[in-house]
Each structure stands twice: as structure tokens, then as C-alpha cells.
């Protein structure tokens, strides 16, 4: 069973930065793509970003393109989401995920293709 636990979600003001980890359980971390998603109140989880298995290729949803970082250190087992220029509409509970599909290369946006998630870290930016 794979656990993911996300922290160094907080309350930022507008422009600030947050860096957000996602620690993952068990020996097999690398040989799956990762992901970051959010949700904010009323609406539904929605794509942030995403990193390959060894971190070649990532993937951002255009509303952070430019200001977020997707990161990985397979042998720490934890992935990360550096959050740069933060915006109020950037309030949200932010998740991280394991792709279902092995030793894939690609990187995903599909939330329903990934199967394991934490319980998510508050971010909430003030203007």
C-alpha cells in the first residue's frame, strides 16, 4: 500500500512563494509518474502539474506555467511543487498523486488515471 503525505501548504500573501512536499512510502516512487492537482471550495479538482518517473518531462496547467516548478528526488522518495508569484485564485487544497501506469515515461493530466493520493495541504493566499 503506498501512502502519500503532502505538507508546507500555509497562508502566504499575494506574490509570495510556498514550496510544497509530497512524501511517498514503499520502494517503488520512481517507477511511476507524479502529479499535482487542487481544489478549491465549490469547485471541482483540477490539474496543476505533472513529472515523469526520473523527472525528464513535466507538464503544467497554463494558469501556473511560469511561476510553479514540478520536482522530484527519487531517492528521497518525495516530490515537490515550488509555488512562486502566488495569486489569490490560487487558494485551494492542494494534492499530490501516483499515475497508475508502470515505468511510463510520459507525463499525465488525467486526475481519474491516477489511483494513489495524499490528503491534500491548505494553500491560501491573501490579497
Known amino acids: 500500500q503506498v501512502q502519500l503525505v503532502e505538507s508546507g501548504g500555509g497562508l502566504v500573501q499575494a506574490g509570495g512563494s510556498l514550496r510544497l512536499s509530497c512524501a511517498a512510502s514503499?520502494?517503488?516512487?520512481?517507477?511511476?509518474?507524479m502529479g499535482w492537482f487542487r481544489q478549491a471550495p465549490g469547485k471541482e479538482r483540477e490539474f496543476v502539474a505533472a513529472?515523469?518517473?526520473?523527472?525528464?518531462?513535466?507538464d503544467y496547467a497554463d494558469f501556473v506555467k511560469g511561476r510553479f516548478t514540478i520536482s522530484r528526488d527519487n531517492a528521497k522518495n518525495t516530490m515537490y511543487l515550488q509555488m512562486n508569484s502566488l495569486k489569490p485564485e490560487d487558494t485551494a487544497v492542494y494534492y499530490c498523486a501516483r499515475h497508475l501506469t508502470l515505468y511510463s515515461v510520459r507525463v499525465y493530466r488525467e486526475k481519474d488515471e491516477y489511483d494513489y493520493w495524499g490528503q491534500g495541504t491548505q494553500v491560501t493566499v491573501s490579497s
Open positions: 513529472i515523469s518517473r526520473y523527472g525528464g518531462s513535466t
Open positions: 514503499g520502494r517503488t516512487f520512481s517507477n511511476y509518474a
